[in-house]
């Protein structure tokens, strides 16, 4: 299955010193986003699998069968935890 690159602005929250910053990021939710805050340092590990969406979808020709398309339902301030 062609894999697809999802890319998107998150605004993210520091698990350290609260501030929110924005980082333009790959959504992949089969490995951790590692960010380095830009407020106080902290590295932090941001994970996507709880935003995984998948939905299985029936292609008009028999031929291509069924599609699994990935989305993600992200909030609009993700949380950040401690690397
Ligand atoms: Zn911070």
Do not use: Q
């Amino acid at each position: 299955m062609a894999k697809v690159m999802i890319y998107k602005r998150l605004t993210l929250r520091c698990w350290k010193c609260k501030k929110t910053y924005s980082h333009y990021e790959e959504v992949d939710a089969e490995k951790k986003l590692k960010v380095t805050c830009p407020h106080c340092g902290a590295e932090a590990v941001v994970d996507f699998a709880p935003y995984r969406k998948e939905k299985k979808i029936v292609m008009r020709s028999a031929s291509s069968g069924k599609k699994t398309v990935i989305s993600y339902d992200l909030p609009e301030t993700l949380e950040t935890n401690e690397f």
